[in-house]
């Protein structure tokens, strides 16, 4: 009760949720002491994919004893999620502990929520100053609050795709516009891009690049993967070549994330064996990522059928998504809410070989689209029906033996459907 009452005077330090600007976490920070001067960090850039890399370069680590801090955004299930020091969840007592001093330190002074937060976080992580501290970047990057350290190790830039269009000019919301946004203050160190979904949109993001002096290590230039039909996978950089096992992950677009992981780490020579990277991937705590729900309430519904929740909201996710989905020899029955912010349309529009697809409201979520007005937006791809309850459209999917069900749309979905479960 404690937490949630620091929380929701946090909430109210600003009237807008997001207000683009770094003066006010850089003003706060100072005040801290300026905690965000840290000596090991790796950013964490892009759209898609930067909790899956992120969740696997900390499997990794953890399996070489290589202590991490973490930091992430939004959470899922609760709050604590963000906050991760030596590789633990923060605990709501230390949580509530840790945002109680920040916000008596920055005396009242406007502030937005996440602000505050990634203020909190480097905080937090001067007591793990050792650590390595990873760190995701939110909204765009050049005036995200996480943009406000001086030095990192690395910086990662995952799939780059359109997304959060709200938030550019009418006259901006281009691939051109988020590229820039996303890679044009990235520090001098390393540069690691992962496998992007054009050569337009690694073109841009070469030549956005251009001028900084990093080293840049970019998939299948100096690093790759291939699958093998035996269930291998062969990975190789400049290092040599690994024969990896199947990682714990589902969906085979995840080695995308998980080979950008392994290049980062060899890279920087972090003192972690081929047998960590190997055991590595096999122990990824992957949450709402095409995960399976395989026991609780929602999985007695449809004893006889497999239910996956994935987080996925914008075009470029529902690509990766439906290409997965094309390789698995079933029926699968679609249940969706979202965001009033997103390109609905365009996200379902890329599942082509649904047997069924059910709208529902996102609970809890006053920014949501409502589901019976996403269904008439959604009824020209597939004849949509719409549900009250994520119980009643699991529940009215006309599934037969061996058939899926995957709900998707939203995190905040995810994170609803996970809790329910």
């Not at 002491?33 to 950013?43: D, E």
């Not at 020091?85 to 406007?110: C, H, M, R, T, W």
């Not at 943009?147 to 997304?163: E, M, R, V, Y």
């Not at 998980?258 to 190997?278: P, Q």
């Amino acid at each position: 009760m404690k937490l949630q009452k620091i929380l929701s005077r946090l909430q109210k330090l600003h009237p807008k949720e997001i207000d683009l600007s770094l003066n006010r976490v850089k003003k706060l920070c100072e005040k801290l002491g300026n905690p965000q001067n840290l000596s090991r960090c790796i950013s964490v850039v892009g759209t898609n994919g930067k909790y899956s890399t992120i969740q696997a370069i900390r499997a990794i680590l953890k399996e070489a004893n290589i202590n991490c801090n973490i930091y992430t955004s939004p959470h899922i299930l609760k709050i604590n999620e963000r906050f991760v020091y030596n590789d633990q969840e923060i605990s709501d007592a230390n949580l509530a502990k840790l945002l109680f001093e920040v916000e008596e330190i920055n005396n009242g002074d406007p502030i937005t929520y996440f602000e505050i937060l990634t203020a909190a976080y480097f905080y937090g992580a001067e007591k793990f100053k050792d650590n390595i501290n990873i760190i995701e970047s939110g909204l765009f990057h050049r005036f995200d609050a996480t943009n406000i350290i001086n030095k990192n190790l690395a910086s990662i830039i995952t799939s780059i795709g359109l997304d959060h269009l709200d938030w550019l000019p009418e006259n901006e919301k281009t691939i051109e516009k988020i590229v820039f946004e996303k890679t044009s203050n990235l520090l001098n160190s390393n540069i690691f891009i992962a496998k992007q979904s054009s050569k337009e949109t690694l073109n841009l993001i070469k030549k956005n690049i251009s001028n900084n002096k990093s080293n840049k290590i970019i998939f299948n230039e100096k690093f790759s993967y291939s699958l093998n039909e035996n269930g291998f996978i062969y990975y190789e950089d400049e290092f040599g070549s690994l024969k990896l096992p199947q990682p714990n992950v589902l969906g085979s677009f995840q080695m995308e994330n998980i080979s950008t992981a392994i290049a980062t780490i060899r890279k920087l020579n972090l003192n972690v064996s081929d047998d960590n990277i190997k055991t590595g991937i096999t122990k990824i705590q992957s949450i709402a990522r095409f995960q399976e729900i395989k026991k609780g309430k929602l999985k007695d519904l449809c004893k006889n059928n497999k239910i996956y929740v994935d987080g996925s909201h914008n075009p470029l996710g529902a690509k990766v998504l439906s290409e997965h989905l094309e390789k698995i020899n079933c029926k699968k029955h679609i249940v969706i809410g979202m965001m009033a912010n997103k390109d609905h349309e365009k996200y379902i529009s890329y599942f082509k070989n649904i047997s069924s697809l059910t709208t529902i409201d996102i609970p809890n979520q006053l920014n949501a689209i409502k589901g019976e007005d996403l269904k008439k937006k959604l009824d020209k791809y597939k004849k949509t029906q719409f549900k009250n309850s994520i119980v009643e459209a699991i529940t009215s999917c006309p599934v037969s033996e061996n058939d899926i069900i995957l709900i998707t749309g939203s995190l905040y979905l995810a994170g609803e459907v996970l809790k329910l479960n």
